[in-house]
């Protein structure tokens, strides 16, 4: 299996464990110890990581998923836009709509300016980072199928 594939395979599964780990462990542990205001810069500081990481990881998986679109295009095997990179697209809309979009509303909100208020917009940006990591864990799913010259192979559908 070449490197590319490989890497196609990995990543998804190494982002979904990044994102279930902030949720999970990183982000709820500053608020069990640390002072609100303190734990909510400790949180949005991993959250600003987890954006750039995400942004880096979507683009990189979208084009290695265009990449293995197009080769079996070629070989007659689907379409040059596939559910892979529809997956990849759908992340990274999910980073940038749910960080870059929402994140710079919640100061002003916070001060009490703006439409919505803070819990609003932190709703709002909690189901774009869920949906993102349904997103990613489909991709990582998908990834583990055999790849099809092994399911022909093997008799198997």
């Not at 299996?1 to 395979?9: C, N, Q, T």
């Not at 999910?94 to 709703?123: D, E, K, N």
């Not at 980072?129 to 998908?142: C, D, I, M």
Request: aromatic share 8%.
């Amino acid at each position: 299996m070449a490197l590319l594939e490989r890497l196609r395979r990995l990543l998804p599964a190494l982002w979904a464990g990044w994102l279930l780990c902030l949720a999970l462990l990183a982000t709820p542990a500053p608020f069990m110890t640390l002072a609100t205001q303190e734990a909510g810069r400790v949180v949005g500081r991993m959250l600003a990581q987890d954006a750039y990481t995400s942004l880096a990881l979507g683009v990189l998986l979208l084009v290695l998923e265009r990449l293995a679109a197009r080769r079996a295009a070629l070989q007659g095997q689907g379409s040059q836009f596939s559910t892979g990179m529809a997956l990849a697209l759908g992340a990274l809309f999910c980073t940038v709509a749910g960080y870059f979009g929402i994140q710079p509303h919640m100061a002003a909100a916070r001060a009490g300016q703006g439409a919505l208020s803070f819990g609003q917009l932190h709703a709002i940006s909690s189901v774009f980072f869920a949906f993102k990591l349904t997103l990613v864990a489909a991709l990582a799913w998908r990834a583990t199928r055999a790849p099809a010259e092994v399911v022909n192979r093997s008799g198997a559908s």
